[in-house]
C-alpha cells in the first residue's frame, strides 16, 4: 500500500471555480501534514501546513482528520495561475524524510 | 528571502562517469536533504543529513552514492558510477532542526546518457 495516495487527476475547472483534492496517508505516526506545489519541471513549493483544527490562507483551506488519515485542500475562485500539480506530503518527524503523494494535476481554463 | 541554490540546472552525463551535483542551503538552516525525481513520477527521499553525518537515507541510496559538506555552505551529492536510471531532478532542500517545514532549490536536471 503506498503511504500517500491522491487522485492524479487532471482536474479540468472554468476560472472561478471551487475545487478540492483529497489525499489519505496510511502511517498513523505521521505528524506533519503539508500541501506543496509543483509546476512543470520546477522545485515543489511549501503551500501551506496542515493542521487538525484546519486552515485558511486567502483563497486556500486545508482540513486534516487524523482518526480518518484523510487531508483535504480546497481552492475557491480558481485562477489561470492555480495551474500546477498539488502535492500532498507527510512528514514523521523534524529533520526527517518527507513523503510525498504522486500529485494532483489541475488545469485552470479561461 | 533566503533560498536553498542549486548547481549545475542540467548536467548531461555519460553511464559509467562520475557526477557530482552541488547545494547551497538556506544559511541558518542546519538540516540538509537530496530527493530526486524520476519524470512524471513522485519526488522520492534520498537522504538527510545533520551535524554533519548522514541521519537517514533511503533505499536508493546505495554505495553508489554519498554526501558530503565540504565547506560551511555547499552540500553536495556525489553520483560514483551513472546509470541510465539515475536520470532525474535531483533536488537539495534545507530545514532548520526544530522545523518541519523543509525548503527546495530549483532542482539540477541530471541525464545519463
Known amino acids: 500500500r503506498k503511504e500517500v495516495e491522491q487522485d492524479p487527476g487532471p482536474f479540468n475547472v472554468p476560472e472561478g471555480a471551487t475545487v478540492a483534492f483529497n489525499c489519505t496517508y496510511s502511517?498513523?505516526?505521521?505528524?506533519?501534514f503539508f500541501w506543496y506545489r509543483q509546476d512543470c519541471r520546477k522545485e515543489p513549493k511549501l503551500l501551506m501546513s496542515?493542521?487538525?483544527s484546519g486552515n485558511e490562507d486567502g483563497r486556500f483551506t486545508a482540513q486534516l482528520n487524523r482518526a480518518s488519515q484523510y487531508i483535504s485542500l480546497l481552492i475557491r475562485d480558481s485562477k489561470l495561475s492555480d495551474s500546477a500539480t498539488y502535492l500532498c506530503v507527510v512528514n514523521h518527524q523534524a529533520g526527517t524524510a518527507l513523503i510525498f503523494g504522486k500529485g494532483t494535476t489541475l488545469s485552470v481554463s479561461s | 528571502e533566503p533560498e536553498v541554490t542549486q548547481t549545475p540546472s542540467h548536467q548531461v552525463t555519460q553511464m559509467g562517469q562520475e557526477v557530482i551535483l552541488r547545494c547551497v542551503p538556506i544559511?541558518?538552516?542546519?538540516?540538509f536533504y537530496w530527493y530526486r525525481q524520476i519524470l512524471g513520477q513522485k519526488v522520492e527521499f534520498l537522504v538527510s543529513f545533520y551535524n554533519n553525518e548522514i541521519s537517514e537515507k533511503s533505499e536508493i541510496f546505495d554505495d553508489q552514492f554519498s554526501v558530503e559538506r565540504p565547506d560551511g555552505s555547499n552540500f553536495t551529492l556525489k553520483i560514483r558510477s551513472t546509470k541510465l536510471e539515475d536520470s532525474a531532478m535531483y533536488f537539495c532542500?534545507?530545514?532548520?532542526?526544530?522545523?518541519?517545514?523543509?525548503?527546495f532549490g530549483p532542482g539540477t536536471r541530471l541525464t545519463v546518457t
Open positions: 544559511s541558518n538552516h542546519l538540516y
Open positions: 532542500a534545507s530545514s532548520l532542526p526544530s522545523d518541519y517545514e523543509q525548503y
Open positions: 496542515v493542521y487538525s
Open positions: 502511517n498513523s505516526a505521521s505528524q506533519s
